[in-house]
């Protein structure tokens, strides 16, 4: 029986303490404990991570990195954070978003620092995967491909060798055959998408990032997205991989997405962080909607395009996560 994501998150960290304690009485007071826990969200801004010439500061992109996944998880080292979602056997695929070019894509040091972070806390460097769609994407957005088994690896779904598969997978509204990346190399995910604003479905953040890893992403646009976004996060080729998300949000956009526009980018300046897709994607449309109303842009709503799908994935039939703000523990750093 599959998992919801609130059972996933108890019962792994019940296992992970149950193998150092051996207790079972702290283990029944923890699981009443957890089951009553919020989704996290950790929001990390840190003006000093561009340099006033615009470039990356790659040692505090670095630090925002290892000490959000510490705020996450409460833990200490960086060892037991990443322990909580994946093992030494785990093949991790770092899912980032290409598409809009050098300017507003996941940028490559985030993938990277991630990576790291990761090959730091134990897991073989050549079990860690960056990937997209298409090879040309990732190279135009700055990221060094990497075919071979040495080092962190790095390519797109259109290598040689790998597509898609042959036979699409069906739920709900969704039928689509996925990358053979994420399918057959990858264990366990870790889903990077950017903080930005989105033509037809109001925002592009966690959950839309997967179109990334479908062959047909755009036959699920109509009706803003709505419920294809949602279902398509529900399929168990998703869900049973995908452990973390971690939103590039340092450079972010609030109109005219998802292509760059540079008159409604801004320097965000920040990582988001979170178990909780849903969650994690409320608040991006929160941060949102809260620049365009600086800005003088009419809402998302009053533009017809409300991110909808973000209620649809949190209903009792999915349970993707929760949208409800008093469920969210916001952490800022």
């Known amino acids: 029986m599959e998992q919801t994501r609130r059972e996933f998150l108890r019962n792994s960290m019940l296992t992970s303490i149950g193998l150092v304690t051996g207790g079972n009485s702290l283990l029944f007071s923890l699981f009443s404990q957890l089951s009553r826990l919020k989704s996290r969200v950790v929001i990390y801004r840190n003006d000093k ?23 996450l998880t ?8 990443w322990g909580k979602f994946f093992s030494r056997r785990d093949i991790v695929g770092i899912k980032v978003n290409t598409l809009a070019g050098k300017q507003l894509s996941t940028h490559p040091e985030l993938a990277l620092a991630i990576a790291y972070s990761l090959r730091d806390a134990g897991l073989p460097a050549n079990q860690i995967i960056i990937f997209d769609r298409q090879n040309n994407e ?12 040495t080092g962190i690896r790095c390519y797109g779904t259109d290598t040689s060798g790998i597509g898609y598969e042959l ?5 709900n509204s969704i039928g689509s055959c996925f990358s053979r990346i994420l399918t057959e190399q990858c264990t366990a995910l870790i889903n990077v998408p950017v903080l930005k604003d989105h033509g037809i479905v109001g925002i592009s953040g966690a959950m839309k990032n997967l179109y990334g890893v479908i062959h047909n992403p755009n036959k699920y646009h109509d ?10 996060n529900c399929m168990p080729t998703v869900r049973d991989k995908m452990k973390l998300v971690i939103c590039d949000g340092l450079v972010a956009q609030y109109h005219g997405g998802p292509a760059y526009k540079s008159q409604y980018a801004w320097y965000y300046n920040g990582i988001i962080v979170s178990t909780d897709p849903v969650a994690l994607d409320y608040l991006c449309w929160q941060i949102i909607e809260q620049k365009r109303r600086e800005k003088g842009f009419p809402s998302l709503k009053e533009q017809e395009r409300e991110p909808i799908w973000i209620a649809t994935a949190a209903e009792k039939e999915r349970n ?4 409800q703000p008093n469920q969210i523990e916001v952490v800022y750093v």
Do not use: W
């Open 74 to 81: 409460g833990l200490t080292t960086l060892r037991d954070a």
């Open 49 to 71: 991570v561009f340099s006033k010439q615009g470039t990356l500061d790659f040692q505090v992109l670095q630090q925002m990195v290892n000490q959000s996944i510490l705020r």
């Open 223 to 232: 009706n803003l997205g709505d419920p294809y976004i949602a279902d398509l």
């Open 138 to 149: 990732l190279q135009t957005a700055g990221y060094q491909l990497n075919y071979s088994r």
């Open 320 to 323: 993707l996560g929760t949208n």
């Open 167 to 171: 036979e699409p997978k069906v739920y």
